[in-house]
């Protein structure tokens, strides 16, 4: 399966691969807002630019521009879709990369999130049991294995 995910507007399709060619498995929204760059946002894109030693042709953006809600999307061996979201600050006007997770099952179960220890990257879900990769404080990436308790 491959999953089609619009992280900025909260879209997504699951198109299902065969022999036979390709099928939609589902379509469908996320439980996601999406959040318009702010002042900030805009402050930090305008110091980036200013910063770059080689400077490309200027690219003029034009708004509303948005921000990703939603990264790191892993199928679980039933089907169902985690995809990491992006936790918007509004007090802030900053994005963080947390540890909430997303599940949209395959079936019409309802959206659902999941909670995982932070810094962990999610690299695959069997079952009850979730395998990932954390990065130590010496910079040694370690593979954890934890379970899911329902």
């Not at 805009?42 to 030693?53: G, N, S």
């Amino acid at each position: 399966m491959v999953a089609l995910v619009d992280g900025y507007a909260g879209s997504i399709r699951i198109l299902r691969i065969t022999r036979d060619g390709v099928a939609e498995a589902k379509s469908g929204r996320l439980n996601i807002t999406p959040q318009p760059l702010g002042p900030r946002d805009w402050e930090r894109l305008e110091r980036f630019e200013r910063t770059q030693r080689e400077l490309p042709p200027r690219i003029h953006l034009v708004g509303p521009l948005f921000k990703s809600q939603v990264t790191d999307p892993v199928f679980a061996a039933d089907g169902t879709l985690w995809v990491r979201r992006n936790d918007f600050d509004p007090g802030t006007e900053s994005i963080s990369i947390g540890a909430r997770f997303l599940l949209v099952p395959m079936d019409d179960r309802p959206q659902s999130v999941v909670q995982l220890p932070p810094g962990l990257s999610l690299n695959a879900v069997r079952g009850n049991l979730l395998a990932g990769v954390r990065k130590t404080d010496l910079g040694v990436h370690q593979v954890e294995v934890w379970e899911q308790r329902r």
